[in-house]
Each structure stands twice: as structure tokens, then as C-alpha cells.
């Protein structure tokens, strides 16, 4: 599927307002930000575990596993963690977007769903980081790799 073939998701009868279809990231682009050997075109945040990312990942690619986000208590409930923790870790993975042409943020992972989970945790602290955008390459590792 390319950018072509999608359109606005239909919702209650009525457009969903929270569906851009410019969020969506293709292999072809994933392809040309792993080519691009300057300013890369957007930040792409790998979610996946470090081994896996490890085992194989885009050049370029940051690896911030979703589960830096995560807490899990001793009763296995898992909650997101507070808004000053998840700017730490944003701080500690080094993104910057004055090395990047646009404001953006890609998330990916194996299959597309733990990106979600990833993009969910920093939704509400992107902007100040200087990143206006978010993004989701939902054929992630398993199309790429």
C-alpha cells in the first residue's frame, strides 16, 4: 500500500479528524532516509528491544525501546510513566532536530504496533523537544528487514 491508497478513515458516519494520511511513512522513504547520507529527513525512533535492534536495524535508525516508558508494578499493571521521567529519557536518547530537514518523529518496530505504544508516550512532549511532527512506518522491521 503507498500513500496513494489511503484515505480518511470513516467514523461514526463522519471524517476521522485525528487521521492524516501524511503520518504515514513507506518503505521507499525508509529506503531514502537510510541512503541519505546528510541531514537525514525526519528522526526515526526504532522501539524494538536493543538485541533485536541489534540483530539488524535502518542506518540512522535511534533505538529507544517503547518499554523505557513504561512501569510495571509488582502486580504486573502496566502504566505510562510521568511526564518529567519520559522527557529524561527523550533527553538521554540525544534527539535534536537541528540534524534533521524536518520536525519530525518516525516511530517503527517489528511489526508497527509497539511504535504506536511509543509515539502514545511521547505525544505530549514532542513539541518541546522541537519536533512538531509524528510519524508511523507501520510496515516496519518485518517489511524492511
Known amino acids: 500500500m ?3 491508497h489511503l484515505k480518511a478513515v470513516e467514523h461514526d458516519g463522519g471524517e476521522h ?3 492524516d494520511s501524511k503520518r504515514f511513512r513507506f518503505l521507499n522513504e525508509i529506503q531514502a532516509f537510510e541512503a541519505e547520507k546528510g541531514t537525514k529527513p525526519f ?4 522501539a524494538r528491544p536493543p538485541k533485536d535492534f541489534e540483530n ?13 516508558f513504561i512501569n510495571v508494578s509488582d502486580d504486573k499493571i502496566k502504566t505510562l510513566k510521568p511526564k518529567s521521567e519520559r522527557i529524561e529519557i527523550l533527553k538521554s536518547a540525544g ?6 530537514a524536518t520536525n519530525e518523529i518516525v516511530a517503527m518496530c517489528q511489526t508497527g504496533v509497539t511504535a504506536t505504544v511509543l509515539l502514545g508516550a511521547i505525544h505530549d ?3 518541546e523537544f522541537g519536533f512538531d511532527n509524528l510519524g ?3 510496515g516496519s ?3 524492511y528487514g
Open 56 to 68: 539488524g536495524h535502518v542506518d540512522g535508525a535511534v533505538n529507544l525501546p517503547f518499554t523505557k
Open 136 to 138: 508511523l512506518y507501520d
Open 2 to 4: 503507498d500513500a496513494a
Open 95 to 100: 534527539l535534536d532536530p537541528k540534524s534533521v
Open 43 to 46: 528522526v526515526l525512533l526504532d
Open 141 to 143: 522491521w518485518g517489511e
Open 125 to 127: 512532549i514532542h513539541r
Open 17 to 19: 479528524k485525528d487521521f
